[in-house]
């Protein structure tokens, strides 16, 4: 408990301090640490371990996190807008009404995680492992999903409008009453897909027709 409060402290003043608001937190180990509502804007969290970190309304604008741990940490409404986080491991994350606009997601690993309501509007997911995630009435406007893993997520209600599913794999995915309004599935397999009550119009299917309705 004392380290735990140690590291806590010595992490808390680091990131206050505004003299190191460029503070280098590569390779740091953050997990378990409670973050809530920490401002890590613009800073380098290459390869930190953050692994059920309470990161709850934490702001990570423009930081660069990079192949980090973030394996069953909270990140519910926090904004990661414009954030690098290319091959982040957030396996078991719960990401609820979390904001990842803009963000650079290649290779991220979202397996089991709950992004409730998130925002990933025009978010890079090329190649991202988003098996059995729950992205239930998510915003992914624009996102690139791009031979992206959607085995089995659940994107009931969500708005997908204008997004490239180019080649992804929605295999059992739950897309009711989504807005498929000009998303495009080119390549995609969507095999036991459920599309009931879906929202189509100019949507591009995977052998390349165009449904409107």
Same mark, same amino acid.
């Given at each position: ?7 806590? &402290? ?26 809530? *509502? ?11 371990? =953050? ?13 660069? !996190? ?8 909270? !990140? ?5 807008? +414009? ?21 650079? !997601? ?5 397996? *089991? ?18 098996? &059995?995630?729950?992205?239930? &009435? ?13 085995? *089995? ?6 708005? =997908? ?13 739950? !897309? ?10 080119? *390549? ?18 995977? +052998? ?6």
């Amino acid at each position: 408990m004392r380290n735990y409060a140690g590291k806590q &402290e010595m992490i808390a003043s680091q990131v206050e301090d505004k003299c190191l608001q460029q503070k280098d937190f590569s390779g740091y180990d953050l997990s378990g640490i409670d973050l809530r *509502g920490f401002d890590f804007s613009g800073m380098n969290l290459i390869g930190a371990d =953050l692994r059920a970190a309470n990161l709850s309304g934490a702001v990570l604008k423009n930081a660069n !996190l990079s192949g980090a741990n973030l394996m069953e940490a909270c !990140l519910r409404e926090a904004n990661l807008t +414009d954030a690098c986080l290319c091959e982040v491991n957030f396996t078991n994350t719960d990401a609820t009404r979390a904001s990842f606009c803009n963000a650079f !997601l290649w290779r991220a690993k979202f397996t *089991g995680s709950k992004l409730w309501g998130a925002s990933l509007c025009n978010a890079d997911l090329s190649e991202a492992d988003l098996r &059995e995630a729950k992205l239930i &009435e998510a915003s992914l406007v624009e996102a690139n999903l791009v031979r992206a893993n959607l085995f *089995g997520t659940k994107l009931c209600g969500a708005t =997908l409008l204008e997004a490239s599913f180019h080649q992804a794999n929605l295999t059992g995915a739950d !897309l009711q009453w989504a807005n498929l309004v000009q998303a495009n599935f080119t *390549g995609a397999n969507l095999w036991d897909c459920n599309l009931t009550h879906v929202k189509f119009g100019n949507t591009v299917m995977p +052998d390349g027709r165009v449904v409107d309705c």
